[in-house]
């Protein structure tokens, strides 16, 4: 949750959407695009496909979670920011790019209107293991590595921002910028921007839209509102995976007492095997219901039996 002074979180849906799906701030996104796919590409114009509508977004706003945008090359994108994990957000990627391609389409018209489109994504949590902020990935063989322009027209950036940990002087990049406005925009005021974000006349841009964001009583109780329900979601998640970790603790408990079990029989029936020979099933079979303690007094019992006559009547003794 915001508190009244602070800006509003960038990476809240409500205000994402705000700053880079809405028609008055395209100079936004096209350097937000930029930051990312540049080079070889260069966006200097982009028609936004489902523009930010406040009326809208208070009545769908749980099934409007992306931007999608056309180039002025024809080349679309799908811009997505997620910040709490999402077990099966691959195939989310893939399934939201993949409609955006094939939407191109209309009824009757030829595959050779297709263009590239590629899927963008600020994720809010470590989605691959390796520490690099930024995986690109496009199509290409599995043995040669080598791409191939046929398949050229599918592409996914992921950018996993709890991965950036520059400091304001350490800041080069034009990508870098828009990181540091996404992770610490809520604390940036534009009477005092550090050096490295006065560089790019959009992020400054970005930063007054947060500070008037913040001012707005409708939009604040949006984003607040947004807000408390993700942290609300993020304790549940806590909540499900630490019920699970305790679950689990227990099945590797068990699993490991049951281990135990079976080796303490596994070595019984070898040793009775070689006093007294082949023991049958029926004997091996009551063995296997003896709790831990029962085996620990079979294993004492056996220096005082000689027989499998003596093994079963011991058994028969438990049951009495």
């Known amino acids: 949750m915001t508190i009244r002074g602070e800006n509003p979180s960038p990476t809240v849906d409500f205000v994402f959407r705000k700053l880079f799906g809405s028609e008055e701030n395209k100079d936004l996104l096209i350097s937000l695009i930029n930051s990312i796919v540049e080079p070889p590409l260069h966006l200097t114009d982009v028609v936004i496909k489902n523009p930010f509508n406040l009326a809208a977004y208070k009545e769908s706003k749980e099934t409007i979670v992306d931007i999608k945008a056309r180039d002025q090359d024809g080349i679309w994108y799908d811009i997505e920011m997620q ?11 893939i399934y939201y790019a993949a409609k955006v391609f094939t939407d191109q389409l209309g009824k009757g ?23 690099r902020m930024v995986h690109h990935f496009v199509l290409m063989d599995k043995d040669t590595k080598e791409e191939a322009e046929e398949l050229e027209f599918l592409q996914f950036y992921f950018v996993e921002l709890g991965k950036f940990s520059k400091d304001w002087p350490e800041i080069n990049t034009l990508f870098e910028r828009w990181v540091a406005f996404l992770t610490k925009g809520e604390g940036l005021n534009r009477e005092s921007l550090p050096a490295a974000l006065l560089e790019e006349p959009a ?25 408390m329900a993700k942290m609300a979601n993020a304790a549940e998640i806590q909540w499900a995976l630490e019920k699970d970790r305790k679950a689990n603790a227990v099945l590797i408990q068990h699993a490991e007492e049951r281990g135990m079990q079976r080796g303490q029989q596994h070595s019984l029936l070898r040793h009775m095997t070689r006093r007294f020979g082949e023991v049958p099933s029926s004997i091996a079979a009551r063995i296997d219901t003896l709790t831990p303690m029962q085996l620990d007094r079979l294993d004492d019992a056996l220096y005082n039996i000689n027989s499998l006559d003596d093994v079963e009547a011991w058994l028969n003794r438990q049951q009495n």
Do not use: W
């Open 203 to 227: 992020i400054v841009k970005a930063v007054e839209q947060l500070e008037r964001m913040g001012d707005d009583p409708e939009a604040r109780e949006l984003f607040d509102a947004e807000a």
């Open 109 to 131: 018209q030829d595959f050779s209107i297709l263009n590239t489109t590629i899927g963008i994504h600020f994720l809010g949590f470590d989605f691959f293991d390796d520490p």
């Open 83 to 93: 910040v709490l994990g999402h077990v099966l957000y691959g195939k989310r990627a």
